[in-house]
């Protein structure tokens, strides 16, 4: 009997060793693998390079691929202004080649009445000289009195006189005309070379044209590939930072969260500046999930613990920047980004309200404030739910 009993008393003991030895081992587990598990801050440094060089290039990228947009516009602005050109040149040449057909009919007319009216006087002029001076004498010794006689003389004089006088205004209508003519000629000339010209320099910026749309094509090709790269690096950068917390979120804590709600842990800003969820991120410029809120803060002013925890990570994390972790138990964890100095260290003990670190713009951030998490067993939680 005594023996049965000291066989179940060794096997108590046993037992209770085991279960000290298990309870230990999770204890052990629980402190001392957030800090196995979690990458080193030379591989969260390595992984933002990535990030930030592959931003680099995309914004080199689409610098280039923007000027060549514009270098594209300007060409088809002036192939568009060139076309104008053409067509106001080909209207000039029509009205021209209009005015001229109009100068022509009247220099038609001019000289058709320039050479009847000329055949009218040489027919006159020959009558006189077939006749000689019977003709004259006829008109003169026709006279009635001497007044009449010189009256006859001083109409044939005027008569004379006239005929010149028509006969050189026919003359110079006719110039007049023909150097219009000539002037309109020009003209078409003129023009008709400058059209030829204008097509020329069409052709050229059409094939200028055809060459920058495949230099547009290329670059736009090259902005894309850039993106794939830069996202690719963001999601691994990213996948650093989560495994990070997710390693620094875990339950067992001495500290337990007894629910209520966190402090506020900007005492001097209440203005919350970017909620929590999608939106346009103010650095990348592309749609990213706001993992939590922005508070507008002045640089230096103190950031606070929202509840009592244990601080597991204060260093840089990433894009960040310096950055506090502090686990409140209970799975609860809070994080405060962006800082521009830390006033704890990981591993110590923090009630709430006491200050943690000072406000700042470090890591990827566009001006000083506070950017602050609350996650529950590594997923993200709305903080309002927690401060209000």
């Not at 006087?121 to 006829?138: C, H, K, P, S």
């Not at 044939?156 to 006189?161: F, G, K, P, R």
Request: proline share 2%.
């Amino acid at each position: 009997m005594k023996i049965k009993k000291n066989k179940r008393d060794l096997i108590k003991r046993i037992a209770a060793c085991l279960c000290a030895l298990l309870i230990v081992t999770a204890f052990l587990a629980s402190v001392v693998m957030p800090v196995i598990a979690a990458p080193s801050q030379s591989q969260l440094n390595d992984a933002k390079k990535k990030t930030d060089d592959a931003k680099k290039d995309v914004d080199a990228a689409e610098a280039k691929y923007s000027d060549a947009i514009k270098e594209f516009n300007a060409l088809d602005n002036e192939i568009s202004r060139t076309e104008d050109e053409i067509i106001f040149i080909e209207n000039e040449i029509q009205q021209a080649e209009k005015d001229l057909e109009l100068k022509e009919k009247e220099l038609e007319k001019a000289e058709k009445e320039f050479n009847e009216y000329q055949s009218d006087f040489l027919t006159r002029a020959q009558v006189m000289y077939e006749n000689g001076d019977v003709a004259y004498i006829e008109i003169i010794f026709g006279a009635k009195s001497f007044s009449d006689f010189i009256e006859r003389i001083e109409l044939i004089s005027q008569m004379m006189q006239y005929d010149n006088e028509v006969l050189d205004k026919l003359e110079e209508a006719k110039q007049i005309i023909i150097k219009a003519k000539q002037e309109i000629e020009d003209i078409i000339e003129r023009q008709n070379k400058n059209k030829e010209n204008l097509l020329a320099r069409k052709s050229t910026l059409e094939k200028n044209l055809a060459k920058k749309q495949a230099l547009v094509d290329s670059l736009s090709q090259d902005v894309e590939k850039y993106k794939a790269i830069y996202e690719s690096a963001e999601r691994a950068e990213q996948a650093l930072i989560n495994s990070n917390k997710n390693a620094l979120s875990y339950s067992s804590n001495p500290v337990k969260y007894t629910g209520g709600k966190f402090l506020w842990p900007v005492p001097s800003s209440s203005r919350i500046t970017s909620q929590y969820g999608y939106r346009i991120h103010p650095v990348y410029k592309t749609k990213k999930f706001h993992s939590g809120i922005d508070i507008g803060a002045g640089y230096g002013v103190d950031i606070l613990a929202s509840a009592d925890g244990t601080v597991t990570l204060a260093a840089t994390n990433g894009g960040y920047g310096k950055c506090v972790i502090v686990n409140h138990g209970s799975g609860i964890t809070t994080l405060y980004a962006h800082n521009s100095s830390l006033l704890v260290s990981q591993g110590e003990k923090v009630t709430k309200g006491q200050v943690i670190a000072k406000a700042g713009s470090t890591g990827v951030s566009t001006g000083p404030h506070l950017h602050f998490e609350v996650r529950v067993n590594g997923a993200t939680a709305n903080p309002l739910d927690y401060l209000k």
